[in-house]
């Protein structure tokens, strides 16, 4: 009798025409060191800039920081069996420099910053779930931001020889790295407005300094690793792309210039430069004719010498996409000349549609439809092999009744479906965001993307599921959306 349900139910949903994600499709989740682990300055870590910077007051929402967190560092255990609870097959998270070089250099290395990496890794395999490991997602030690920072293009060697420590004593079980976590945020939110860590706005000039040292510590990392580790580890590793949808407002040319033009600054800046070795060509004209008549001698945006662009083209094993929302734009007249700055080197205008759903962070709107057309347009212009969907999901205010989640992971979730199944496209994965709720930054702990609550004012930190990670769990388990 069973048999034969079973079969009714296989034929109606193939009559039906219910899509299946891929046998090997990994569903996942995503966190990182300084939005979870807490242990600020526990067992031997250094300094992070992110430690400085939420210890200052000013910048985070209600004085929060990341000093506890979620507690990770020692509640790993039972975040992994979150994970396993829910059916979840990969697992996202990232290292903190600071905890295995506590001044980020590799005069000394921290032992028990290592082991609690290899314990992590350990415990994810025996519950059968991949590690994806990110080097860097902002916490830089803060000996090297006196050093420079991004500024520094010798950050590129510091980072190389981070990089090979990490994969000498963690690779053997890492098949997928990412080396650095969306360096555009690093670059604008750190550089540009000064809203992150290192809190810096130098606007229209560092943040192309840090965007161009970003490229190199990338490019050093990913051929350490090509030369060095893939023959034995046989892994693959990239950097990561943040990447919004834009849709002009009309189709004139202008707008849809406008377009180009938003794409390539938020996008293309890294995706172009590792698929075809330079930056866009629409940056490299604007930002050089703007400097001219700002009575620079130079271009803003620094340019690549001959070997560095062999050294960045060609360095993407997979795209790792972190991908949230979408914007209209259009073009707007040319910016006034004098005050150099990213907006004006951009010069477009942009919004959102009205029946877009805003989250509680007023960036994020859900346009599911907005994640096949980058897929599509990503796939057309850079021809990957592969996509995992790294970075995905919606904030609210809290509340394990969490309705708002749940519709927008299963908009973006059956485009990214429509996308395998009809457009051919290869993604291979997704680690949604968040696992837990967590230290969302400059907002602190108002900002909740987690499908797991974490309780703050708890000292336990204590976990509960909220609906989406039972939803969540359902499509994990099934690989089907259900109707
Ligand atoms: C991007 C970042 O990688 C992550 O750290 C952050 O929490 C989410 N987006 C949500 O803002």
Same mark, same amino acid.
């Given at each position: ?5 079973v ?18 499709f ?12 807490g242990?600020? %300055?526990?067992d031997g ?16 929402k %209600? ?9 990770? *560092? ?11 609870q @829910?059916?979840?097959?990969? *697992?996202r ?15 000394q290395?921290n032992?028990?910053?290592i082991?609690?990496?290899?314990? @992590? ?5 025996a519950a ?7 080097? *860097? ?47 555009g ?36 990392a *990913? ?26 407002i ?21 995706a ?8 866009p ?71 959102v549609?009205?029946?877009?759903p805003t ?16 897929? %599509? ?26 309705q708002?989640?749940?519709?927008y ?5 059956? %485009? ?14 997704y ?16 900002q ?12 336990n ?15 994990a ?7």
């Amino acid at each position: 009798m069973i048999k034969y349900g079973v079969l009714l139910a296989c034929v109606l949903s193939v009559s039906l025409g219910a899509k299946t994600f891929p046998e090997n499709f990994l569903f996942g989740a995503a966190g990182a060191s300084y939005q979870i682990e807490g242990a600020w %300055n526990e067992d031997g870590k250094g300094l992070s800039i992110w430690d400085v910077f939420t210890h200052t007051s000013g910048h985070i929402k %209600n004085g929060d920081t990341g000093d506890i967190a979620c507690d990770s *560092y020692h509640k790993y255990k039972e975040d992994v069996a979150i994970l396993k609870q @829910l059916g979840l097959k990969v *697992y996202r998270f990232s290292i903190s420099w600071p905890r295995i070089l506590p001044n980020g250099t590799p005069t000394q290395i921290n032992q028990a910053g290592i082991n609690y990496y290899k314990s @992590l890794i350990k415990e994810l395999k025996a519950a059968g779930i991949e590690p994806l490991v990110t080097l *860097y997602h902002w916490d830089l030690p803060q000996h090297l931001l006196l050093l420079g920072g991004w500024m520094n293009p010798r950050l590129a060697d510091y980072f190389g020889d981070y990089a090979r420590i990490v994969f000498k004593n963690l690779g053997d079980d890492v098949k997928y790295w990412i080396t650095l976590n969306e360096p555009g945020s690093t670059c604008t939110q750190g550089y540009e407005s000064g809203t992150h860590a290192p809190g810096l706005n130098l606007t229209g000039e560092a943040v192309y300094q840090c965007s161009y040292v970003s490229l190199l510590a990338h490019a050093k990392a *990913y051929h350490i690793y090509d030369t060095e580790f893939r023959e034995k580890q046989g892994g693959k590793i990239t950097l990561n792309l943040a990447c919004a949808w834009y849709y002009p407002i009309t189709d004139t040319d202008e707008d849809v210039e406008a377009f180009n033009r938003c794409f390539d600054f938020n996008c293309g800046i890294y995706a172009e430069p590792i698929f075809k070795g330079n930056w866009p060509r629409r940056m490299i004209d604007r930002i050089s004719e703007r400097s001219k008549l700002e009575g620079y001698s130079f271009s803003r945006l620094p340019e690549f010498t001959d070997q560095e662009k062999n050294l960045i083209n060609g360095t993407a094993d997979y795209i790792s996409l972190n991908m949230y929302t979408s914007r209209t734009v259009w073009h707007i007249s040319d910016e006034p000349i004098g005050t150099p700055s990213l907006d004006f080197d951009l010069g477009i205008g942009s919004g959102v549609d009205s029946s877009w759903p805003t989250s509680a962070a007023s960036w994020l709107v859900s346009d599911p439809p907005g994640i096949r057309y980058l897929l %599509n347009h990503l796939k057309n212009n850079y021809d990957p092999s592969e996509f995992i969907i790294t970075e995905n999901g919606w904030s609210d205010l809290g509340g394990l009744d969490d309705q708002g989640r749940i519709s927008y992971w299963k908009g973006y979730l059956s %485009n990214i479906l429509d996308a395998i199944v009809d457009d051919q496209i290869n993604v291979t994965g997704y680690t949604a965001w968040s696992l837990l709720d967590n230290f969302e930054w400059a907002e602190g702990y108002t900002q909740r993307f987690g499908m797991v609550e974490v309780d703050f004012s708890d000292p336990n930190r204590t976990r509960t599921l909220k609906n989406s990670a039972k939803w969540y769990s359902k499509i994990a388990t099934t690989r089907q959306i259900d109707p």
